[in-house]
């Protein structure tokens, strides 16, 4: 099931999985990008957090980012009210917002991932 996982996960870029990696956790989720929500899938694989934006969106791709850059996770609010929200704080300063659903799920489990 992890090899068909993340071979889904990769598909189509340069990432390669890594000897052992596996997914930990998965869902829909949104990136925000700039003024653009961009809709796709969100997943935490035991080495890192992948986004893969569906085929729709003006801003099409994949995002990744190392566990070990991940300096800290938190809840938001989207437009200020909505809690489904989702920060993450990387090592160089940058900050990344998801949509998901469950998003102290998502906490919970990045968290125990970083270890």
């Given amino acids: 099931m992890d090899e068909q996982e993340l071979a ?5 870029t340069n ?7 596996t997914v930990v956790h998965k869902g829909v989720a949104n990136l925000w990008a700039g003024p653009e929500a961009v809709g796709g899938r969100l997943w935490l694989t035991s080495r890192s957090l ?6 729709v969106n003006a801003q099409r791709g994949v995002w990744a980012w190392p566990i ?3 300096v800290s996770t938190a809840p938001v609010n989207t437009l200020g009210i909505v809690p489904n929200g989702l920060a993450i704080v ?9 949509v998901v659903r ?3 799920a998502w906490i919970q489990v990045i ?3 970083r270890g």
Wanted: proline share 6%; charged share 40%; aromatic share 12%.
């Fill in 102 to 104: 469950k998003r102290h």
């Fill in 8 to 12: 889904k996960v990769y598909r189509d």
């Fill in 90 to 98: 990387l090592r160089n300063g940058d900050r990344v917002r998801f």
């Fill in 15 to 21: 990432f390669l999985p890594a000897p052992g990696e």
């Fill in 50 to 55: 992948v986004f893969r934006s569906h085929a």
């Fill in 68 to 70: 070990e850059e991940i």
């Fill in 111 to 113: 968290e125990q991932t």
